[in-house]
């Protein structure tokens, strides 16, 4: 087997080509952990479930982790370009001959147990193979959607990370902010160490109803047990984020992700590393290091700005946001807003806008103005929406042109003509897009 026989094989299973249902596939994933021979049964850390600032959270976590002198897993979740990026040492995606090698033995087991699992099952149990054979037992997990339902919560870790609940994959989840908290807070299990980030009241409901039903629990609240403050730093090249948690106090941290909701996310991070410190799973992070860590994080597709970007003889500037649902864009508002307003150039910015088949298109698109071109287009992912079923969820109020275009690639070309040379490109509603982008760009994965 290769790399490129991984990703059809992965394909084939997003396909669902035998037509089982999505319980039967998530029920099979302890069955193949325990075909593996539970590989996942050493590790120990955190898993991160949240609707919206799970990526960055499990980014700045990884970077405090390693400031601690610990080698660490994670599982990002998405990927953008390619699936190795789901599995990560010390932040760094694993080799093609890497991930290769822990898929295969995954999917031998699959076959020869007669276990189909959903393609996040096979995500889970490929960085538990793999971590196992790296010798790696600290692990920051990130999981898909839901919670316990989630394959990466198979993977035992005790201590769990609620970043924020929003109203987003509510066919699986519920139509509410109170389902859809306990969904995702039902991940907890009995002894479990639960760090809950700021939940609007309704979720905050539905999260504590679900943590009184479980014993022994050890729980951090945002606003509660942990408070952070935010201050730009001395010389003015950045923000400075004060952290306090129950176990320690923190000062000076650098946040180098956009947009003040980075804020919430590093102090939630912070607060997780904290409570893995509380149980043993890792030593106190030195604070010099720390801080040079976290300086150093990088979360691509979030608020990425490509700056020179170049794309055939256009060259102007293209932010890349992987903002999935109304919440999420709303929050990176205001930075997209910055960036459209830096420089000289006299056009509008361009959006280039695609999106999964379940989401509020016409609510992600309200909160940035409505004069301004828009690029409606599919991606490859099986889960897309059709571009005219785009068009037809946009609000009656809008303003500006709206083209459409077969593809990322094409719809990238479309935009930057329309932007002209110099000008801003952005890009929005599906991380996939995001990925794609990234690609017809000439970035490698990161």
């Not at 249902?21 to 898993?47: F, W």
């Not at 997990?141 to 990466?152: D, K, L, P």
């Not at 990370?161 to 991940?187: N, W």
Request: with cysteine.
């Amino acid at each position: 087997m290769d790399y490129q026989r991984c990703t059809e094989l992965l394909a084939t299973v997003h396909k669902n080509p035998h037509r089982l249902t999505r319980t039967v596939r998530q029920k099979n994933v302890p069955l193949l952990l325990e075909a593996l021979g539970r590989p996942e049964r050493s590790l120990r850390g955190m898993l991160v479930v949240g609707t919206n600032g799970k990526g960055s959270t499990c980014a700045f976590a990884v970077a405090a982790v390693t400031a601690a002198g610990a080698r660490v897993g994670s599982m990002p979740s998405p990927h953008l370009q390619e699936p190795r990026e789901r599995i990560r040492i010390d932040g760094v995606p694993v080799t093609r001959a890497e991930y290769t090698e822990a898929f295969a033995e995954v999917w031998h087991a699959i076959k020869r147990h007669g276990l189909p699992v959903l393609a996040q099952g096979i995500f889970a149990a490929t960085a538990a193979v793999h971590f196992r054979r790296a010798g790696v037992d600290l692990a920051v997990a990130e999981a898909s959607i839901g919670g316990s339902r989630a394959a990466a919560a198979e993977l035992g870790l005790d201590v769990k990370v609620v970043t924020g609940i929003g109203l987003d994959h509510t066919r699986l989840l519920g139509g509410s902010l109170d389902e859809i908290a306990r969904a995702k807070v039902a991940a907890t299990q009995d002894g479990d160490h639960v760090v809950l980030g700021r939940l609007a009241p309704e979720a905050t409901a539905g999260a504590e109803q679900v943590l009184r039903e479980r014993a022994g629990l050890t729980v951090w609240r945002m606003d509660r047990d942990i408070h952070y403050t935010a201050r730009a730093s001395d010389c003015g090249t950045g923000t400075l984020v004060d952290v306090t948690t129950p176990r320690a106090v923190h000062r000076g941290l650098p946040c180098p992700l956009s947009g003040a909701h980075q804020h919430h996310n590093l102090a939630t991070a912070i607060a997780a590393v904290d409570a893995m410190a509380q149980r043993g799973h890792i030593r106190e992070p030195d604070g010099a290091r720390l801080r040079a860590r976290l300086a150093a994080t990088r979360w691509p597709g979030r608020l990425e700005l490509i700056d020179p970007a170049r794309l055939d003889h256009w060259t102007g500037r293209v932010l890349l946001e992987g903002a999935t649902n109304p919440q999420g864009v709303a929050t990176v508002a205001p930075e997209i807003l910055r960036h459209a307003r830096t420089g000289d150039h006299a056009t509008p910015p361009v959006l280039v806008f695609a999106s999964m088949n379940d989401k509020d298109v016409s609510g992600m698109l309200a909160p940035l103005p409505s004069h301004w071109p828009l690029v409606l287009t599919r991606t490859a992912s099986h889960q897309a929406a059709e571009r005219a079923a785009l068009y037809d969820q946009l609000s009656p109020t809008r303003r500006g042109p709206c083209l459409t275009a077969d593809d990322t690639s094409s719809a990238l070309r479309r935009a930057a003509e329309h932007a002209g040379t110099g000008g801003l490109v952005v890009v929005l509603g599906s991380l996939r897009l995001v990925g794609e982008s990234r690609t017809v760009l000439g970035l490698p994965p990161a």
